[in-house]
């Protein structure tokens, strides 16, 4: 399972200025991936392709696409098994696989050494994220974390709007604030910051993540005696949860 509730925090450093670089194309990725394969993989690999234009059935369509990425992932080969694995959510038409797909691309992007596959990685997440926002409008994890694929693709304000769309349907979403207030102190606006997390602290005054960002923006802004406080509450309640 992948750990769709946590990774939505708290990193939000875009990757490389502009992305400058376009997206590779797929039949790029799976040519340069084919070549550093055994042959008799290839054998195997050209076979599912075979079978897959040949299934008209879609439940044989998904059993061979997961085959696929079975395959790319035994052979390290991640970036194109992620995509047979978004092939086969996108036909189940399940949240539940499709959030896993959108996720699998998320964390890839997230090492990818080279622009153009972060570029195509955040591309797939953000339309299987879509997919599986439109089968439940109401999860606000989704919108979270496909607004952080877009942070880390050089459309920061897009990734913004996405965040604040979802703090004004849900103003108790801490996750949503937590991260607008992260944004806010990288970009120098301690006092966003500090207005946003105290406007939610009443609510949840036993958060340690709300207290740590707190204490971060009080530091930023040079009330030192304010932020030793809150770093102390947030670290008594990391070490003893409620």
């Not at 937590?178 to 102190?185: D, E, Q, S, W």
């Not at 340690?208 to 009080?218: I, R």
Request: glycine share 4%; net charge neutral.
């Amino acid at each position: 399972e992948p750990r769709s509730d946590k990774k939505a925090m708290p990193a939000a450093a875009p990757m490389g200025g502009g992305q400058s670089a376009p997206p590779i194309a797929f039949e790029e990725l799976l040519s340069t991936a084919k070549k550093k394969i055994p042959a008799e993989k290839l054998l195997l690999v050209n076979e599912l392709e075979n079978k897959v234009v040949r299934g008209d059935v879609k439940s044989q369509q998904i059993a061979v696409y997961k085959q696929l990425y079975t395959t790319w992932d035994s052979l390290n080969q991640l970036p194109v098994a992620a995509y047979y694995l978004g092939k086969a959510a996108k036909l189940e038409n399940s949240e539940k696989s499709l959030t896993f797909a959108a996720n699998l691309f998320f964390t890839h992007m997230q090492h990818a050494h080279e622009e153009g596959i972060a570029k195509w990685e955040a591309l797939q997440a953000i339309e299987l994220y879509d997919q599986a926002i439109a089968l439940n409008p109401a999860n606000d994890t989704l919108k979270i974390s496909q607004a952080m694929v877009y942070m880390n693709t050089g459309e920061p304000m897009t990734g913004v709007q996405k965040l604040r769309d979802v703090v004004a349907a849900n103003p108790d979403n801490v996750d949503a604030q937590v991260t607008l207030a992260n944004l806010a102190i990288t970009s120098g606006q301690f006092d966003k910051a500090i207005e946003r997390l105290e406007g939610i602290l009443p609510k949840h005054p036993d958060n340690a993540k709300v207290l740590f960002v707190l204490a971060e923006a009080y530091k930023s802004k040079g009330d030192k005696q304010k932020a030793i406080s809150l770093f102390q509450k947030s670290k008594e309640l990391m070490k003893d949860p409620v």
